[in-house]
């Protein structure tokens, strides 16, 4: 198992090397800088400029300085934009709004869809059935930028009962649309995929015996049946993680919640190059995080899976 | 001699002389495409939604005939006072109203669905192609150029997708061809993986190892006798793929970040519609909203339909 953590950290470090040599890359290749786009500056100014941020150095340099300044001091470097922050304080003060919103959506979306499926599957073919599967489909082609407008729609212009965006430290009102918007598509998809694998389960050999047993129907659902029905749903909620934050993006523009997705549409929009990076990398980190949890998770959940 | 050659050959007389009946054509053998058409054809969800989607195709080609207006067009009369001037309506021939600016949606809804329904074909065409060579070559091969293809892919898989594609769109500027280009660098990943599964349980099959045998070149055994095999599987989940192409165009332009005025495609639109809520010009955001949702509803009841048809477990 240990072994197996490791191997798959050993691999997380090339891929986060991989996007951060890609970035890079794709800068140097793309026409203009970030500091020739707002007006004509003297090229004395500029080779000033691109000297203080180290611009002026050979990629593969400019890759090692920005390498070895993340590992040593965990620094992402100074923000192109704002003369005065660093990635890692415009970071630190997205992430937190990201994090309140995504971990909510995140809760709902797991923890109705999985309810939600399991009773579908437990009243097959009955009227909840098909309610929750017609909802499931329906969800899954509303993805939060569609969830979001439609939202405000109903719940601000019409029924005037939320306002229509902004954070102001996160209080509840401001919470709620941005968690609906962003949980349905994966709401729906949990749903789904839940109802189908319960439904495999269910109808599988070993409950079966446990019924003839004449084990109660809580104890068969809850203690034989939940758990092999949870594997192929695990792996939907490592997909739906990295869904949301990369939803956020959407979430931080249309609701101005101030997130880590709008500082990093602005630092697209401004060629901010280190903002951009410093998001691209943290997300990426965080995906790989993730996807190693699931996979702890399935072996602990499924003994016969060895690594 | 057990068999009496005359019987045989008086067998083999009648037999000849047979008018051929219905039953006999009923015997003929059915090849898997055509079981799987029949049971296609009998799932009523996957067939409506198979009309519902090729109306919305015609329209997308044909529908701009219909209507005077065109999309770049300004109506200035509706641009005074398009919550009232601008609302649907035969009279003005603006079908289905027009946006701030005095555009006809109706035209620009056209526009939007001919770039976002080939958004959506590009990019699974390209995932169907290299994703389906490179899996089946991998899964082919095998040892360790497999495991070295396979580790590019989940290096690749764990790098946010999203975030590149907005990097690109930003760097190298904002049109549909660099869509197209960074969907289809990312597009054929689970594809890849897919086909390789599949490709794996089919090699050691008798008919591989026949042609392996005669001498077959690898390249020929994959093109020739692993692709057709996996054909059913690359048909379901291209279906599949499609409607998340479209999506994820419509992410990315959404946000302001895809397709450029005067070109629109339904998340530009959707956008627009959103943003313009608070005016009362309603049909500006669910006219796109309604061609979005039913294409896209329509892409997984026809996926789920292959499915079923093409899944020989569920027979």
């Known amino acids: ?307 | 001699m057990l068999l009496n050659p005359k019987k045989i050959q008086q067998l083999a007389q009648n037999l000849a002389s047979l008018p051929p009946d219905e039953n006999s054509s009923e015997l003929k053998g059915r090849s898997l495409w055509q079981l799987a058409r029949a049971r296609f054809a009998r799932n009523r969800a996957a067939m409506i939604s198979l009309i519902a989607l090729l109306l919305i195709v015609i329209f997308s080609i044909v529908g701009s005939s219909l209507s005077p207006w065109d999309h770049e067009q300004i109506d200035w009369d509706a641009m005074a006072d398009v919550p009232m001037l601008g609302a649907p309506s035969i009279q003005s021939r603006h079908y289905f109203g027009t946006d701030d600016l005095g555009r006809d949606l109706y035209a620009r809804v056209i526009q939007g669905s001919q770039i976002s329904l080939m958004v959506g074909l590009i990019g699974s065409l390209i995932a169907v192609v290299v994703g389906t060579l490179y899996g089946a070559t991998a899964g082919y091969l095998g040892g360790r150029i497999d495991a070295l293809m396979m580790r590019s892919v989940d290096i690749l898989l764990a790098i946010p997708f999203m975030f590149v594609l907005i990097l690109l769109m930003v760097m190298f500027g904002r049109s549909i061809y660099m869509i197209f280009i960074g969907i289809g660098l990312l597009s054929w990943l689970d594809m890849s993986r897919i086909i390789r599964g599949q490709t794996l349980s089919l090699k050691n099959r008798e008919f591989i190892e026949a042609a392996r045998a005669i001498g077959v070149r690898p390249l020929t055994i994959i093109t020739r006798h692993i692709i057709p095999n996996v054909l059913g599987i690359v048909v379901v989940y291209a279906t599949l793929l499609v409607p998340g192409m479209i999506m994820t165009e419509s992410f990315i332009s959404f946000l302001g970040l895809g397709v450029q005025e005067p070109q629109t495609s339904w998340g530009a639109l959707i956008n627009e519609g959103a943003r313009s809520i608070q005016n009362g010009t309603l049909w500006q955001l669910l006219f796109p909203l309604a061609f979005f949702i039913v294409t896209l509803l329509s892409f997984y009841f026809i996926g789920d339909g292959l499915r079923d048809a093409l899944d020989p477990k569920d027979q």
Request: positive net charge; proline residues 5%.
């Open chain 1, 1 to 307: 198992m240990l072994s197996f953590i490791l191997r798959r950290l050993a691999i997380a470090i090339p891929t986060i090397l991989l996007i951060i040599t890609l970035s890079f890359v794709l800068m140097h290749a793309a026409p203009g800088g970030p500091f020739s786009a707002e007006r004509n500056l003297p090229p004395e100014v500029l080779a000033n400029i691109e000297q203080r941020y180290g611009l002026d150095k050979p990629l593969y340099q400019q890759i090692f300085v920005y390498v070895s300044g993340i590992v040593t001091e965990f620094d992402f470097g100074p923000s192109f934009k704002y003369k005065n922050q660093s990635v890692n304080d415009l970071i630190a003060s997205g992430f937190p709004v990201t994090l309140v919103y995504g971990f909510w959506s995140f809760v709902c979306a797991s923890v109705l869809g999985i309810s939600l499926g399991v009773i579908a599957a437990l009243k097959h073919n009955s009227w909840l059935d098909y309610a929750a599967t017609g909802s499931a489909i329906l969800g899954s082609v509303l993805p939060n930028f569609v969830m979001a407008p439609l939202l405000v729609l109903l719940f601000t212009v019409y029924l005037n009962w939320l306002p229509g965006g902004g954070w102001e430290g996160g209080q509840i009102q401001f919470i709620i649309m941005p968690v609906i918007a962003l949980a349905t598509s994966y709401l729906a998809g949990i749903t789904r995929i839940t109802r189908s694998s319960m439904l495999e389960v269910l109808g599988s050999n070993f409950i079966r015996s446990a019924r003839a047993k004449g084990l109660p129907a809580h104890h068969i659902i809850l203690r034989h049946a939940l758990k092999p029905a949870l594997l192929p749903v695990l792996t939907s909620l490592g997909l739906s993680f990295v869904g949301m934050i990369t939803g956020s993006v959407v979430i931080d523009q249309y609701f101005s919640t101030g997130g880590i997705g709008q500082h990093f549409v602005n630092a697209a929009l401004n060629r901010d190059y280190s903002v951009i990076m410093g998001v691209t990398i943290l997300v990426g980190s965080l995906t790989i995080l993730f996807n190693l949890l699931v996979e702890i998770l399935y072996a602990w959940i499924d003994p016969r899976i060895r690594y």
